[in-house]
């Protein structure tokens, strides 16, 4: 397994009615939510994040939004390298 590389990070406010960006990234993006409730689809399944939660987006996954987000506010960090599937999610 190779130790995930960073790549850049920021702070992102949706703006009200804003919808997460339709795109399929290059590389793994984790958000740490700070507020809000942030929602789109992830390789055709629904994500739903609130505050204090957190998430991967895996790289080469389409990401399209799903409905305005309400009052989203997250710090992402754009990071290579392989994520062991615990930290996906993925069951066993």
Not at 9 to 35: C, D, P, Q, W, Y
Not at 61 to 74: H, S
Request: proline letters at 2%; hydrophobic letters at 35%.
């Amino acid at each position: 397994m190779n130790m995930p590389i960073y790549e850049n990070s920021a702070f992102k406010v949706f703006e009200r009615g804003e919808i997460h960006v339709t795109r399929t990234i290059e590389t793994n993006v984790l958000l740490l939510m700070t507020h809000g409730t942030l929602r789109f689809y992830e390789d055709g399944k629904l994500v739903t994040l609130n505050a204090g939660e957190w998430y991967v987006q895996r790289a080469g996954l389409l990401q399209q939004g799903a409905d305005a987000c309400d009052g989203a506010e997250y710090y992402y960090i754009h990071f290579a390298g392989d994520i062991p599937c615990k930290i996906r999610g993925e069951r066993d």
